[in-house]
């Protein structure tokens, strides 16, 4: 079963503006994680947010957390064609695996458009 | 430094057929993971191997089998392909939290 569900499933915005794109989980986490995926390639890793903390930034990317409400939101500002992609959360829950285990939403599929 | 490295990147089997995904990683990393995705369902894990010599099953392991040869390798093996097993298929590393991915497998199942 899936931990994380991304909204929305697909969003295609002008290139210049901000994209925003949503994860909620259900169960308590160790920390969040997003994954962006070019088309045919495997995931890259972009930011990792532990529970403790409520915002982080990487260079365009911004990304909070909400424990209360289980969810976490990811923010690209000023987004270039070289955005498009679609993009995972993954979360990392105390459970199975001593901790090993990500476990991945549905992926948003963002499309910039020129 | 190649990273994590799958081989094939594409299959097409007949059902009943088998065949096995190869999976090699050059950054000494003990967690290795085989994940398949599929239109509409994210990722879904199928099996993991936190070190060498050591393997679990994942979410979705019915009609595969895994084996960590040693720290780089990490094979997976289907024994009787299926329609339902077509796929792409991605092998990952992970390291302080973080997984590291191959370029994947599409794999088709006639």
């Known amino acids: 079963s899936q931990q994380g569900e991304e909204d929305p499933q697909a969003l295609s915005i002008q290139e210049g503006e901000n994209a925003t794109m949503n994860c909620s989980y259900k169960?308590?986490?160790?920390?969040l994680q997003w994954y962006r995926q070019n088309s045919g390639r495997g995931l890259v890793h972009l930011i990792l947010?532990?529970?403790?903390?409520r915002e982080k930034h990487s260079g365009r990317l911004r990304v909070t957390l909400d424990t209360s409400k289980k969810s976490s939101s990811l923010l690209i500002t000023a987004s270039r064609a070289a955005d498009t992609a679609s993009y995972f959360c993954a979360t990392d829950a105390p459970s199975n695996f001593g901790n090993e285990k990500l476990t991945f939403g549905t992926g948003t599929r963002l499309t910039i458009i020129p | 430094n190649a990273g994590v490295t799958q081989t094939p990147k594409f299959q097409v089997l007949k059902t009943g057929q088998s065949m096995t995904l190869q999976c090699a990683q050059d950054m000494n990393h003990n967690s290795m993971y085989w994940y398949r995705q599929d239109p509409g369902m994210g990722l879904r894990l199928i099996y993991y191997?936190?070190?060498?010599?050591?393997?679990d099953k994942g979410e979705v392991p019915n009609g595969y089998n895994v084996s960590r040869l040693n720290k780089r390798e990490f094979s997976l093996r289907l024994e009787s392909a299926a329609p339902s097993q077509t796929s792409v298929y991605f092998c990952a590393t992970r390291a302080y939290n973080i997984q590291y991915f191959g370029a994947g497998t599409r794999l088709s199942v006639l």
């Open positions: 191997s936190a070190s060498e010599g050591t393997t």
């Open positions: 947010i532990r529970s403790n903390e």
């Open positions: 169960t308590s986490i160790n920390n």
